[in-house]
């Protein structure tokens, strides 16, 4: 039996690439920003009237959720999930498909993912008699932004009515190959949070610095004691990144000035071990400030908690790829430092989340994510699409 429907996606997936190939097309064209994303709402909601799903729109914003049920009556309910905005920057590929918005591109694989989900769609509605139950369709906006599209759309009960018992969400992955998917068991995808520091002091003329309470040199001791944070206070094998990308002084060769400013980013893989990070830079940041004269203003916006893919399902969906494409497709990775907002889901359900393989170097497609001229093998649109309605159909097969 798996065998046959397992032949009969991938037929369904050959049939409707072209169609779906030109959703990604259209959506990749025309990007929105995070909370911006009205005209992909309606895009996305067009296809779903031509398909002949019900769906309901302007979820948190501009989220859309879609039902389609089986053919068979059943309380269950296993949910796919696609972000929707796109990123600030300009587009420097030289597609016939670029970005016709300036300083606004799909460099995160979003476009991918809502066209992979409509394409899920369009084979679920044709094999409807294959699975009871509902399978619900999350289009979800800002994943890009805090405090991330999930969070709300769940308090706005995207989970609910029917009530959702697990979900899956995929991700595009250059470095690899199109036709391949990769999975991590347990923590996959860090935390993260912003760290926002003002250092104050007494600034002044840079001959006379006795008479000064120089926020550089404390800005300096104490961006060297913050990395202490993580070499000499975290265990060697619990992952841990404390980094920062913005120090402002606006003094001059001869002015310091009052107050620096700095912006970092904290991430972790134990949210135990991110509570203990947050009272750390409390201690470090107004001890090493106040030990030089000086005060510290700190704001610890929370992000994107870890993102733990559940063991049961990850291994049902694990084995599930690798009957879809054959062992030799399916990769265990590692976790890594980037976080996404799909962990909000995997704190309240059992949820998976795996990276789809887009890149080709013999296409040339070798650019990574957030970068500008990121683009994808679209072949692997049939792998993702195909992938996504295989899983759905086999946690809502009945017994």
């Not at 944070?229 to 310091?256: C, D, H, M, Y």
């Not at 509570?275 to 470090?284: D, N, V, Y």
């Not at 309240?348 to 795996?354: D, N, Q, R, S, T």
């Not at 001229?373 to 049939?382: N, P, Q, S, V």
Request: glycine share 8%; charged share 20%.
């Amino acid at each position: 039996m798996s065998d046959s429907l397992i032949t009969q996606i991938k037929s369904l997936s050959s049939t409707f690439f072209e169609e779906v190939r030109g959703y990604r097309r259209h959506l990749h064209m025309h990007p929105e920003l995070s909370n911006e994303e009205s005209a992909t709402a309606d895009f996305i909601c067009m296809q779903l009237d031509s398909m002949g799903i019900t769906y309901t729109r302007n979820v948190a914003g501009n989220g859309v959720v879609a039902l389609i049920p089986g053919e068979q009556k059943s309380d269950a309910c296993f949910a796919l999930r696609a972000d929707m905005d796109a990123l600030p920057i300009t587009e420097k590929n030289t597609v016939d498909y670029c970005s016709q918005h300036p300083g606004v591109m799909h460099a995160c694989g979003h476009d991918v993912h809502m066209s992979c989900v409509l394409g899920a769609a369009k084979i679920l509605m044709q094999l409807r008699a294959h699975f009871s139950g509902t399978v619900k369709l999350i289009f979800q906006p800002s994943e890009e932004k805090l405090p991330g599209g999930a969070k709300n759309m769940i308090a706005a009960g995207a989970l609910n009515t029917p009530d959702v018992q697990g979900i899956i969400g995929q991700h595009v992955f250059t470095p690899f190959h199109v036709g391949t998917v990769a999975f991590c068991f347990g923590p996959m995808m860090a935390s993260t949070d912003e760290i926002y520091i003002t250092v104050n002091g007494k600034g002044g003329h840079a001959a006379y610095p006795q008479e000064l309470k120089d926020p550089v040199l404390m800005s300096a001791q104490l961006l060297v004691a913050l990395q202490q944070l993580v070499s000499r206070e975290v265990s060697p094998f619990a992952p841990a990144v404390l980094s920062f990308g913005k120090v402002q002084a606006n003094g001059a060769t001869n002015v310091i000035p009052d107050s620096v400013y700095i912006e970092g980013t904290l991430r972790t893989l134990n949210e135990a071990l991110r509570t203990q990070l947050h009272a750390s830079l409390e201690r470090t940041v107004h001890h090493i400030v106040e030990g030089f004269g000086g005060t510290a203003d700190l704001r610890i916006a929370t992000g994107y908690p870890v993102l733990e893919n559940d063991e049961a399902l990850s291994r049902r969906t694990y084995d599930r790829a690798v009957a879809y494409l054959g062992e030799e497709n399916v990769i265990v990775t590692t976790p890594r430092m980037g976080a996404e907002d799909f962990a909000f889901y995997a704190q309240k359900i059992p949820a998976c989340f795996y990276r789809l393989g887009t890149g080709n170097p013999e296409k040339g497609i070798v650019s990574n994510i957030h970068t500008p001229t990121f683009d994808i093998d679209e072949e692997a649109m049939k792998t993702g699409m195909g992938l996504m309605a295989w899983h759905a159909i086999s946690e809502l097969m009945p017994a």
